[in-house]
T-cell receptor, first 116, second 117 residues
Framework: AQSVTQLGSHVSVSEGALVLLRCNYSSSVPPYLFWYVQYPNQGLQLLLKYTTGATLVKGINGFEAEFKKSETSFHLTKPSAHMSDAAEYFCAVSRAGGTSYGKLTFGQGTILTVHP | IAGITQAPTSQILAAGRRMTLRCTQDMRHNAMYWYRQDLGLGLRLIHYSNTAGTTGKGEVPDGYSVSRANTDDFPLTLASAVPSQTSVYFC????????????????FGEGSRLTVL
């Protein structure tokens, strides 16, 4: 079984400040890890993903995340927040291998608010 | 570029009625999925299909059924809607459920908001 916990359902930052959204996972097998973003009244779109290889992954819009196996974490960061980053962010995990690729387990979501 | 098209975008439904949410993709993806999104719970998998002609149960399948007659379409049916099925429903697809070519990235539709009264 696998699970994802996002710490903090709401995060508020000032424009230009560091964005840090926390995600911890549990998985009995090597995981694939994802961050998705959802803008109001839209579907989810992929920000970045970790499968194998380099543990620091870069995504769109200046976001990056680091896979830390020892901490079972995959926190999302961005050095400088922009107003357009305001959205809901979801961390997700899937099993690596077999037919489990697309059957993601999602966290509860974190709503990011950016204020001027 | 259409990607995934869901219909209807919004619907209010009386309890006990039958409802089918439609999902069509034009990316020729083999695998398709239905998720429901509820506040504080994130997205939960209802049903999936690894390829045309096959379907499987996800985390919360009760009260829902799906079919996959062809590659492009993956309708979700509520045989007799109940208020607890009030939710936003997302259809998604991925290029394959098998093999290393697929890394689990999903492509989502824009959702169908369903209210059951």
């Amino acid at each position: 079984a696998q699970s994802v916990t996002q710490l903090g359902s709401h995060v508020s930052v000032s424009e230009g400040a560091l964005v840090l959204l926390r995600c911890n996972y549990s998985s009995s097998v090597p995981p694939y890890l994802f961050w998705y973003v959802q803008y109001p009244n839209q579907g989810l779109q992929l920000l970045l993903k970790y499968t194998t290889g380099a543990t620091l992954v870069k995504g769109i819009n200046g976001f990056e995340a680091e896979f830390k196996k020892s901490e079972t974490s995959f926190h999302l960061t961005k050095p400088s927040a922009h107003m357009s980053d305001a959205a809901e962010y979801f961390c997700a995990v899937s099993r690596a291998g077999g037919t489990s690729y697309g059957k993601l387990t999602f966290g509860q979501g974190t709503i990011l608010t950016v204020h001027p | 570029i259409a990607g995934i098209t869901q219909a209807p975008t919004s619907q209010i439904l009386a309890a006990g009625r039958r409802m089918t949410l439609r999902c069509t993709q034009d990316m020729r993806h083999n695998a398709m999925y239905w998720y429901r999104q509820d506040l504080g719970l994130g997205l939960r998998l209802i049903h999936y299909s690894n390829t045309a002609g096959t379907t499987g149960k996800g985390e919360v399948p009760d009260g829902y059924s799906v079919s996959r007659a062809n590659t492009d379409d993956f309708p979700l049916t509520l045989a007799s809607a109940v208020p607890s099925q009030t939710s936003v429903y997302f259809c998604a697809s991925s290029d394959s459920a098998y093999g290393s070519a697929n890394t689990g990235e999903l492509f989502f539709g824009e959702g169908s908001r369903l209210t059951v009264l």
